[in-house]
């Protein structure tokens, strides 16, 4: 089946460095989303991406889906504490299969 | 108010007992989903539903049960059989249909074994 690898699965940086978590799926993904768990909460959406080599911003967030449909990136530019929580990617396989497949997630902790 | 209500927030289960969790939507959404949350393992999906009457066992369906008798109800039953329940569960929702199947989350019930 579908799978989605995600890395790191741990990152801890300073205050006002970047930040980077990438997705790799084994399969091509019709699109791909990301959500964020703050700590003790649940997941909320960020962003979805449809199209090869899609690329969209947030603010400080940018959002990449490769070129082959099959890996994404998630870059934060200059970290802060707010950005502290767990970034999840999920794939969508398309057609009659309406589950997503999530990666790990990467926990990001923000040193002030 | 619009959103994804799960019931109770926190849940104790005893030996060999089943427990059920609740979740209910108004967000009118077709498709609902039921996860399981460990440590450093990102959601895993249990049972999944597109339409009433109709469900789909997901990626570790064995010792859990599911029902969908309306569309905004789909409750989780973890049944004795479920030896290690400890977890935090998550029900979402989304809109089937088009290429998206954003999911909507609610805030979730941490399930321990007493």
């Known amino acids: 089946g579908q799978q989605v690898m995600q890395i790191p699965q741990y990152q801890h940086v300073q205050e006002g460095e970047d930040f980077t978590t990438y997705c790799n799926s084994s399969?091509?993904?019709?699109?791909i989303q990301w959500y964020k768990q703050r700590p003790g909460g649940h997941p909320v959406f960020l962003i979805q991406?449809?199209?090869?080599?899609e690329v969209k911003k947030q603010k400080r967030l940018t959002f990449q889906f490769g070129e082959a449909k099959k890996n994404s990136s998630l870059h934060i530019t200059a970290t802060q504490t707010t950005d502290v929580g767990t970034y999840f990617c999920?794939?969508?396989?398309?057609?009659?299969?309406?589950?997503?497949?999530f990666g790990k997630g990467t926990l990001l902790t923000v040193n002030p | 108010d619009g959103g994804i209500t799960q019931s109770p927030k926190y849940l104790f289960r005893k030996e060999g007992q089943n427990v059920t969790l609740s979740c209910e939507q108004n967000l009118n959404h077709d498709a609902m989903y039921w996860y399981r949350q460990d440590p450093g393992q990102g959601l895993r999906l249990i049972y999944y539903?597109?339409?009433?009457?109709?469900?789909q066992k997901g990626d570790i369906a064995e010792g859990y049960s599911v029902s969908r008798e309306k569309k905004e109800s789909f409750p989780l039953t973890v049944t004795s059989a479920q030896k290690n329940p400890t977890a935090f569960y998550l029900c979402a929702s989304s809109q089937a249909g088009g290429p998206s199947y954003i999911q909507y989350f609610g805030a979730g019930t941490r399930l321990s074994v007493l």
């Open positions: 539903s597109q339409i009433v009457n109709d469900f």
């Open positions: 999920a794939g969508f396989g398309g057609g009659s299969n309406y589950k997503l497949t």
């Open positions: 399969t091509t993904l019709s699109n």
């Open positions: 991406l449809v199209k090869s080599g």
